[in-house]
């Protein structure tokens, strides 16, 4: 008889999300949107496992290239697992801890969407049981995740190189201004080893003029 394949039964099992009959079907949705990119199917299964998006880091990492008043202006620096940002398809759940709320919200995902021949996918989604505004977004384009996490206690911003990254109230980072940040696809495509000050131009009501304009 031959040797029952591990692997084999594993993706032969069948998925917690209804909409998708077998683990296959996940891991196939994972890597067709990623250009056919190869996922270890053992790996994509244990990070699918985990509910919650990142972990505490008790030792927030130098490497962030932050100032001292940065590294002590509030913002909770995690450890993320990006296999298990790739491994969310439309109908997960998806814990997130905010320790700024002392609360997990709960994230519905709801769209998956691949741009740039799958060099950058975004997952998008509300937050369950919040009244508006309860949405949240996160983009991975190689090393870096950025997102987005709207409630109605203010709005949460998230960056991350690799495995380590920070979350914390707009209104911490920027002072009390309510401000939107647009990050230039260069950055998602190429993201940097170290932190990126962005001109003025990217923030709020400025984003998109030229120096020139007032």
């Known amino acids: 008889m031959p040797t029952p394949d ?17 683990f296959q079907d996940r891991v196939t949705a994972v890597s067709v949107r990623r250009n056919n990119q190869h996922f270890d199917p053992r790996a994509l299964w244990l990070a699918s496992q985990e509910p919650e998006a990142w972990q505490p880091l008790e030792t927030p990492s130098q490497s962030f290239g932050l100032s001292a ?3 002590q202006d509030g913002r909770e620096f995690v450890r993320i697992d990006p296999l298990k940002i790739e491994s969310l398809v439309p109908g997960d759940t998806l814990e997130i801890p905010i320790a700024q709320l002392n ?12 741009e740039d021949n799958g060099r950058n996918v975004t997952w998008t989604g509300q937050l369950a049981g919040l009244d508006a505004p309860n949405e949240f977004t996160l983009t991975r384009g190689g090393d870096l995740i950025m997102g987005g996490i709207s409630t109605p206690d203010g709005i949460f911003e998230l960056q991350a190189h690799g495995s380590e990254g920070w979350i914390a109230s707009g209104a911490t980072l920027f002072k009390g201004q309510d401000q939107q ?4 696809p260069e950055l998602i495509e190429s993201p940097p080893s170290q932190v990126v000050y962005l001109e ?3 923030f709020g009501e400025h984003a998109g003029h030229s120096h020139d304009q007032p």
């Open 181 to 184: 940040i647009v990050v230039p």
């Open 103 to 114: 609360t997990t919200l709960v994230a519905y995902i709801e769209d998956v969407r691949s």
């Open 200 to 202: 003025p131009e990217t």
């Open 69 to 71: 008043e940065e590294m």
């Open 6 to 22: 591990p692997v084999v039964d594993l993706l032969q099992q069948p998925d917690s999300n209804p909409d998708y009959p077998s």
